[in-house]
Each structure stands twice: as C-alpha cells, then as structure tokens.
C-alpha cells in the first residue's frame, strides 16, 4: 500500500475552508501553502536521521539533524506552484524543477509544454506536487518524467484525489509514495473531482 490518506483535524478543517466555493484567492492561496506544509510533515516522516552535537548556552545536547540527503521539490505547473511555496519553508535548501502540464479539455490527456529540472535530478529525492489527482494522468506523466531522467525515489504529495486518479497511479507506479488529505467521491462527466474544490489553478491564481 503506498497510496496514504493522511488525516489530522487541521487538515480537515482547513480542507473544508478549502472546498468553500466563498473562499477567497488570498485565503485559498494560505490555505494550500499550510496543507502542504500538514502533509509534507508526514510525506518526510522517514528521511533518514543522523546523531549530531550541538552546543547549547549551557551545555553539550545530543540530537539529530536530516542525513546529508539531496531534496528536490518538482511543482506541476501551475497549480503545484504554491504548494511548493508551502513545502519550501520546510526544506528550505530543496533544488526546485518545474513540469509544465495542461489538461486537454477534450481528451483529458495531459499534454507537456516545459520541464526544467536540476541537472543532478537523479540523485535526489524528489517530492512532486499537484493539488489535484483526478484522471492521475498527470501525475502519471509528471512521474515517467522524472524516471526518464533517472530518478528513482520519488513521492508524491496532493491535496485531494479522486478514486480513479489513486487506482490509476497506483497501477503505473506502484513504487511511489503517493500522500493526500482526501479521497473524494468520484470524477463527473468533465473530469472533474466530485465534491473537490473546483479548478485549483484558477481558484489559486484568479483567474477565472
Ligand atoms: C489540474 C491540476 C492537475 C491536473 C489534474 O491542472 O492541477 O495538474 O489538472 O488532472 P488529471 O489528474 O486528470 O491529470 P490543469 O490541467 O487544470 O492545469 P493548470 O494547473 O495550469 O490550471
Ligand atoms: N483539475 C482541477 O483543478 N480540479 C479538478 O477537479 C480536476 C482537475
């Protein structure tokens, strides 16, 4: 099982904000950035740890610091953009690649306009955003990406999912770590996530 529902009160009540079709841009865009951070604190839940010393004003402490491991943050534009915001005040020092992906209202199909990624991509660990899971061939696009390139620990972190996109991913690449706040109902007949939030793109940027 590598498909997690991660579930925590603030998630939920600020998911439900989220969804609020009231909600305005400013408080859509902050809330998206705290949901990431909520669930970026489980998705690193296991980054290995190594023993450090540090010096306090008074003494010796023994403690533990994140072993010397190179993070990538990959947004999938746009939507995945602020979502990395969130992300970043967590791993500040994390290399940032970008995957341009558009839906093609028609087909579904996601359709690539631009990838630029760290040139050492594949050695790193690599967290991929993306607010919305719904058909997942984004996401499945964004991950073949990736593993194109080489890279081979990969996690995935999304606010809401729908049923189909989780069963989707999960057949094309059963060895990602896929984390959301919610799996929803279903997909309507535009593909999109029923109850969901609406375009996330459009919710975060204003722009419809
Ligand atoms: C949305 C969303 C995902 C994709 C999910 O982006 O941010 O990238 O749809 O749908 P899927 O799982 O069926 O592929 P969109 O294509 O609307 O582009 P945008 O972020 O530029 O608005
Ligand atoms: N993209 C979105 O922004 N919302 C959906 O519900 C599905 C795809």
């Known amino acids: 099982m590598s498909f997690f529902r991660v579930s925590h009160p603030l998630i939920e009540h600020k998911l439900s904000i989220l969804r609020d079709k009231n909600t305005s841009t400013k408080e859509f865009r902050e809330l998206v950035i705290e949901l990431s951070m909520?669930?970026?604190?489980?998705?690193?839940?296991?980054?290995?740890?190594?023993?450090?010393?540090?010096?306090?004003?008074?003494?010796?402490?023994?403690g533990y610091m994140i072993m010397g491991k190179k993070l990538s943050v990959v947004p999938i534009l746009r939507a995945g953009l602020i979502m990395a915001e969130g992300i970043l005040k967590l791993i500040p020092?994390?290399?940032?690649?970008?995957?341009?992906?558009?839906?093609?209202?028609e087909t579904l199909k996601p359709v690539p306009y631009y990838?630029?990624?760290?040139?050492?991509?594949?050695?790193?660990?690599?967290?991929?955003?993306?607010?919305?899971?719904?058909?997942?061939?984004?996401?499945?696009?964004a991950?073949?990406?990736?593993?194109?390139?080489?890279?081979?620990?990969?996690?995935?972190?999304?606010?809401?999912?729908a049923p189909e996109g989780r069963d989707f991913v999960l057949s094309r690449h059963p060895d990602v770590d896929f984390f959301v706040?919610?799996?929803?109902?279903?997909?309507?007949?535009?593909?999109?996530?029923?109850?969901?939030?609406?375009d996330a793109g459009d919710r975060l940027f204003g722009t419809k």
């Open 38 to 62: 909520l669930l970026a604190y489980e998705a690193t839940r296991y980054l290995p740890l190594e023993e450090v010393t540090v010096e306090t004003p008074i003494a010796q402490a023994k």
């Open 93 to 105: 020092s994390a290399r940032v690649g970008h995957i341009g992906l558009y839906r093609d209202p």
């Open 115 to 141: 990838c630029k990624l760290p040139n050492d991509i594949r050695d790193r660990d690599v967290f991929v955003v993306d607010p919305m899971l719904a058909t997942g061939g984004s996401a499945v696009t």
């Open 143 to 161: 991950i073949d990406i990736l593993k194109e390139r080489g890279c081979k620990n990969i996690i995935f972190i999304s606010l809401i999912s």
């Open 181 to 198: 706040a919610s799996i929803d109902e279903r997909l309507n007949d535009h593909g999109y996530i029923v109850p969901g939030l609406g």
